[in-house]
């Protein structure tokens, strides 16, 4: 086993989940994942063998189906999941987001109703903030939601940027409800927005128009939803009360950019493998290139970048799991590891010379892959904005 991205104090039952992850992902995962991304073809197999593990229902509590994990437990499963193929990783990530918003936030009806069949990946969830002219400011949402005389909404609006929007049969959907309150941020509620998987009209009133092409992030489905006039109940505002939406997607976020900061240590770590492998086969001027002090120290940089993204992650997981708000780590784990992440996959591209441009080399896809961490669950730009504004208020001059 790898000396890196090891995680001091784990029980023994986090010990044999995670080691039964990454015997998945050696087995199952990784030997197929460069066929299935070149075709942008959805990992039915890998889904079907990760809801036989328990995955889909890691974090939901044992008395509605699940395993009752922690956020640690399911961050280094998503850690060993994206080392192998970050796309599948983005299959479980916004199905967790919506379960953990229901637990956090759901009413007890609403628990009951979805997340047993969430756990077992029959109910599968999609979670959608942004629009198309949205960016990161969320404020400017403008999907409205409208009550009706009779209690229900109706919705009318685009949606942009759904992971798993075609896949999924359940989506968290952000509106504004503009029901009286002085604060914007208390004019959103989320919806729990039912629908048949597919394209096209997938509910009254709701559009999957398709896919949209990526660059990379492929296999998994990405689409935008269209709503005109959907006409949903009263019982479907999570929560069960309107204009908690803002508060509500901001803690599924939270926990999504711990998300991310494992898929970015994920890819990371398997960028760091294939560049280490790769070094001591390669020869040139009579020995491995691994003995080239260049390619020494460029792989001691990358291994140690590695080890630190690991940690931070893993210590803005265990923060999380004491209940104590961990905006700022989870901003940073979420900032370093996507940063170092495309920093240690650039010098494994560079180690792998002109084989690493070849589609026959991994690292070509890590290559594309890396660069989606950047801009998943707000860019670093947007991270340090959160990390300054906290920090100044924690050493504000007295």
């Given at each position: 086993?790898?000396?890196?991205?090891?995680?001091d104090g784990l029980t023994e039952d986090q010990t044999e989940i995670l080691k039964a992850v990454r015997t998945f992902v050696d087995?199952?995962?990784?030997?197929?994942?460069?066929?299935?991304?070149?075709?942008?073809?959805?990992?039915?197999?890998?889904?079907?063998?990760?809801?036989?593990?328990?995955?889909?229902?890691?974090?939901?509590?044992?008395?509605?189906?699940?395993?009752?994990?922690?956020?640690?437990?399911?961050?280094?499963?998503?850690?060993?999941?994206?080392?192998?193929?970050?796309?599948?990783?983005?299959?479980?990530?916004?199905?967790?987001?919506?379960?953990?918003?229901?637990?956090?936030?759901?009413?007890?009806?609403?628990?009951?109703?979805?997340?047993?069949?969430?756990?077992?990946?029959?109910?599968?969830?999609?979670?959608?903030?942004?629009?198309?002219?949205?960016?990161?400011?969320?404020?400017?949402?403008?999907?409205?939601?409208?009550?009706?005389?009779?209690?229900?909404?109706?919705?009318?609006?685009?949606?942009?940027?759904?992971?798993?929007?075609?896949?999924?049969?359940?989506?968290?959907?952000?509106?504004?409800?503009?029901?009286?309150?002085?604060?914007?941020?208390?004019?959103?509620?989320?919806?729990?927005?039912?629908?048949?998987?597919?394209?096209?009209?997938?509910?009254?009133?709701?559009?999957?128009?398709?896919?949209?092409?990526?660059?990379?992030?492929?296999?998994?489905?990405?689409?935008?939803?269209?709503?005109?006039?959907?006409?949903?109940?009263?019982?479907?505002?999570?929560?069960?009360?309107?204009?908690?939406?803002?508060?509500?997607?901001?803690?599924?976020?939270?926990?999504?950019?711990?998300?991310?900061?494992?898929?970015?240590?994920?890819?990371?770590?398997?960028?760091?493998?294939?560049?280490?492998?790769?070094?001591?086969?390669?020869?040139?001027?009579?020995?491995?290139?691994?003995?080239?002090?260049?390619?020494?120290?460029?792989?001691?940089?990358?291994?140690?970048?590695?080890?630190?993204?690991?940690?931070?992650?893993?210590?803005?997981?265990?923060?999380?799991?004491?209940?104590?708000?961990?905006?700022?780590?989870?901003?940073?784990?979420?900032?370093?590891?996507?940063?170092?992440?495309n920093e240690v996959v650039e010098d494994s591209f560079r180690i792998h010379g002109g084989y690493g441009y070849s589609k026959e080399?991994?690292?070509?896809?890590?290559?594309?892959?890396?660069?989606?961490?950047?801009?998943?669950?707000?860019?670093?730009?947007?991270?340090?904005?959160?990390?300054?504004?906290?920090?100044?208020?924690?050493?504000?001059?007295?």
């Amino acid at each position: 086993m790898s000396r890196l991205c090891q995680t001091d104090g784990l029980t023994e039952d986090q010990t044999e989940i995670l080691k039964a992850v990454r015997t998945f992902v050696d087995e199952q995962i990784i030997p197929v994942a460069q066929e299935l991304e070149h075709a942008d073809e959805y990992p039915t197999d890998i889904v079907e063998g990760l809801k036989e593990l328990g995955v889909f229902g890691l974090m939901i509590p044992e008395e509605y189906g699940g395993l009752g994990e922690s956020l640690l437990t399911y961050a280094l499963c998503v850690e060993e999941i994206a080392r192998g193929w970050m796309s599948v990783s983005g299959v479980i990530n916004t199905h967790f987001i919506v379960a953990y918003m229901l637990m956090k936030h759901g009413t007890d009806e609403q628990k009951q109703k979805y997340l047993p069949r969430m756990a077992t990946g029959d109910v599968r969830g999609a979670f959608s903030m942004s629009e198309p002219g949205l960016g990161s400011d969320v404020s400017a949402v403008s999907t409205k939601a409208v009550k009706q005389d009779d209690g229900s909404y109706s919705i009318t609006g685009q949606k942009m940027w759904l992971t798993n929007g075609g896949s999924a049969n359940l989506v968290a959907v952000l509106c504004k409800t503009d029901e009286g309150d002085d604060s914007v941020y208390r004019n959103m509620t989320t919806f729990l927005v039912e629908k048949e998987p597919g394209f096209g009209e997938t509910a009254q009133g709701v559009t999957i128009p398709g896919k949209i092409a990526k660059m990379g992030y492929k296999g998994v489905d990405t689409t935008e939803m269209v709503l005109e006039g959907h006409q949903i109940g009263a019982e479907q505002v999570l929560g069960g009360e309107p204009g908690k939406g803002f508060f509500q997607m901001m803690d599924g976020v939270e926990v999504g950019r711990v998300n991310v900061a494992a898929r970015a240590c994920g890819i990371a770590l398997r960028a760091f493998e294939l560049g280490v492998a790769y070094a001591q086969q390669r020869q040139t001027f009579g020995k491995p290139i691994a003995e080239h002090q260049a390619i020494l120290f460029r792989l001691a940089e990358m291994a140690t970048k590695v080890e630190i993204s690991h940690n931070m992650m893993v210590r803005a997981a265990r923060l999380k799991d004491t209940g104590q708000r961990m905006d700022v780590e989870a901003g940073m784990a979420k900032m370093l590891a996507s940063e170092y992440c495309n920093e240690v996959v650039e010098d494994s591209f560079r180690i792998h010379g002109g084989y690493g441009y070849s589609k026959e080399y991994e690292i070509e896809r890590l290559y594309r892959e890396a660069a989606f961490m950047l801009i998943g669950e707000g860019t670093s730009d947007i991270q340090k904005m959160i990390i300054g504004k906290a920090l100044l208020k924690d050493y504000k001059l007295r």
